[in-house]
């Protein structure tokens, strides 16, 4: 499976971006897919997933009520509408993939490249 994430980049403060990570390859196995972000000096951390199956999704709870995860099954991509965006959103956003159910953890096996997403006061 390879992961290819777009639609980071800079934004000011209380608007709105639209993330995409287009999945191709054995696709129709997978379990779900998740967001994560990075900030500089900071660990990974888990922002949203989607389960492949049903479209259900599960959201961080800090970014509940501003971010959303869906899904496009015959584009194989996921999005994350990200709201009401903040300076401290800056971070570098990677999509991951897995045909097991990795809940909110680091141990999903495919990873995107990542997109850089910068929030200006």
């Known amino acids: 499976v390879q992961l290819q994430a777009s639609g980071g980049g800079l934004v000011q403060a209380g608007g709105s971006l639209r993330l995409s990570c287009a999945a191709t390859?054995?696709?129709?196995?997978?379990?779900?897919m998740a967001w994560f972000r990075q900030a500089p000096g900071k660990e990974r951390e888990f922002l949203a997933r989607?389960?492949?199956?049903?479209?259900?999704?599960y959201l961080a709870d800090s970014v509940k009520g501003r971010f959303t995860m869906s899904r496009d099954n015959a584009k194989n991509t996921v999005y994350l509408q990200m709201n009401s965006l903040k300076p401290e959103d800056t971070a570098v956003y990677y999509c991951?993939?897995?045909?097991?159910?990795?809940?909110?953890?680091?141990?999903?096996?495919?990873w995107g490249q990542g997109t850089l997403v910068t929030v200006s006061p």
């Open positions: 991951a993939a897995d045909f097991l159910d990795s809940g909110t953890s680091l141990d999903y096996t495919y």
């Open positions: 390859g054995r696709t129709f196995s997978l379990y779900g």
């Open positions: 989607i389960r492949w199956r049903d479209g259900s999704t």
